[in-house]
């Protein structure tokens, strides 16, 4: 699917959608991130990961600072078409903390 065929059925009406990133390989969850238009087409022209910051209210490229590059290797669309499930390579951590996710801290008891 082109970029301009997934600008057609993707949701961004509230301007970000939610870009929940797995490993390629082992489908770990790495982390959660928010895409504009934008941020998407960056992505599909690169094949690293793009995202727009909230909090900065700026664009960034994922490793850009740190070397922990996620190479794209498949970006699926959800059935409602306002979330975006992207597989990478990554390559390093995910996290800014050095986790290789951002899913590392479990809850123990209260779960029922």
């Given at each position: ?5 997934v ?6 009406s ?5 870009a929940?990133?797995?490993d ?5 969850v790495?982390?959660l991130?928010y895409?504009?238009?934008?941020a ?8 690293k990961?793009?995202?727009?910051s909230?909090?900065?209210k700026?664009?960034?490229n ?12 498949s970006i699926s669309?959800?059935?409602d078409?306002?979330t975006?499930?992207v597989?990478?390579?990554q ?18 008891g209260g779960?029922?």
């Amino acid at each position: 699917m082109s970029y301009e065929e997934v600008l057609k059925m993707m949701d961004f009406s509230k301007g970000l959608v939610p870009a929940i990133v797995q490993d390629y390989e082992n489908n770990e969850v790495l982390m959660l991130a928010y895409m504009d238009k934008e941020a998407l087409k960056r992505t599909i022209e690169t094949g690293k990961t793009w995202f727009f910051s909230r909090s900065r209210k700026a664009y960034w490229n994922k490793g850009e600072t740190s070397g922990h590059f996620q190479y794209v290797k498949s970006i699926s669309i959800d059935c409602d078409c306002d979330t975006l499930l992207v597989k990478v390579d990554q390559i390093g951590a995910a996290c800014h903390t050095g986790n290789r996710s951002c899913f590392y801290r479990g809850i123990n008891g209260g779960i029922k």
